[in-house]
C-alpha cells in the first residue's frame, strides 16, 4: 500500500482527498472539476448515479457536490485504489454513496486486472493488457446489469476498454431501459487493439440513443493514436 497523502481541507469546494499519485489527482482534477466533463442537468435534487471506474472518488465528490441529496454507487476494480476511494467517502462524512470493489465485466468471474506498480491509482489501470502493459493482479469481476434495479438518472463510465462488454451486459438484461442518461468514455485506438469506434456507436443508435461527442487530440490529423473520446448520450 502506498503512503496517503492528505489534501488540505477545502481545495476541492469543501472536500478533503487521500490519493496516491499526484500526476492522476491533477489530470482528474482538471477533467473533472476545471473542465467540468461529467457535469449534467438533471430534473430531480435526488438523482441516482452510477460512477463506474471512479478511481479514489474525485467524480464522487463531483456529483455529491453538484447534488448533495444524490446517491451514488461508485465502482472501482483496483483493491488499492479502492481503499481509497471508500476512505474519502467515510473523511468526508459522504451519505448515499456506496462503494464496490469489482471490475465491471459481462460476466461474473475473477479475471485478470493490470495494475502499474510504480504508480498506484494510475487511470490506466485496466482489465486490457495492452492499456498499460502492467502488472497482472486477479480482481472480482460482476454485471453492471445486476446493480440497476431502479431508474438511474446518469451512467458514468470510464472503465479503460471494458465499455463495450458492459453495454453489451445492460442491452442484454434489458437493464438499459432503465438508464436515462449515459456519459461514456470511449478509449479508442488502444495500442494492439482494432478500432471499434464506429461499431460502438452503431450499437448505440440501434438501442435508441442519441450523443454528442467530445475529445482533446492534438495534433488532429495523427494517425493511429490513442484517444479517450467523451459519449454524452441520451434518448
Not at 461499431?199 to 448505440?204: G, N, R
Request: charged share 20%.
Amino acid at each position: 500500500m502506498c503512503r496517503l497523502t492528505l489534501l488540505a481541507s477545502g481545495h476541492l469546494v469543501g472536500f478533503r482527498l487521500e490519493y496516491c499519485d499526484a500526476d492522476s489527482l491533477r489530470n482528474l482534477y482538471q477533467e473533472i472539476f476545471a473542465r467540468e466533463e461529467y457535469f449534467f442537468e438533471c430534473n430531480t435534487r435526488t438523482p441516482v448515479i452510477f460512477d463506474c471506474g471512479a478511481n479514489i472518488g474525485l467524480a464522487t465528490v463531483f456529483f455529491k457536490w453538484l447534488y448533495p441529496e444524490s446517491t451514488v454507487i461508485a465502482f472501482e476494480a483496483d483493491p488499492t485504489t479502492f481503499a481509497i476511494l471508500q476512505r474519502n467517502i467515510d473523511l468526508n462524512g459522504l451519505v448515499n454513496v456506496s462503494a464496490h470493489n469489482v471490475a465491471l465485466w459481462d460476466n461474473n468471474d475473477i479475471i485478470p486486472f493490470f495494475v502499474i506498480d510504480n504508480q498506484p491509482g494510475s487511470l490506466l489501470m485496466s482489465t486490457n493488457a495492452n492499456r498499460t502493459h502492467g502488472r497482472e493482479i486477479k480482481v472480482d469481476a460482476r454485471r453492471l446489469s445486476e446493480y440497476v434495479t431502479t431508474p438511474v438518472d446518469l451512467l458514468k463510465l470510464d472503465v479503460e476498454g471494458a465499455e463495450r462488454r458492459v453495454i453489451c451486459d445492460l442491452l442484454q438484461s434489458g437493464k438499459m431501459s432503465l438508464v436515462r442518461r449515459m456519459i461514456l468514455e470511449y478509449h479508442h485506438h488502444i495500442p494492439g487493439d482494432a478500432a471499434g469506434l464506429g461499431s460502438f456507436l452503431t450499437l448505440l443508435e440501434q438501442s435508441g440513443w442519441n450523443y454528442q461527442l467530445h475529445s482533446y487530440f492534438f495534433p488532429p490529423a495523427e494517425k493511429d493514436v490513442f484517444q479517450d473520446v467523451m459519449i454524452y448520450a441520451y434518448r
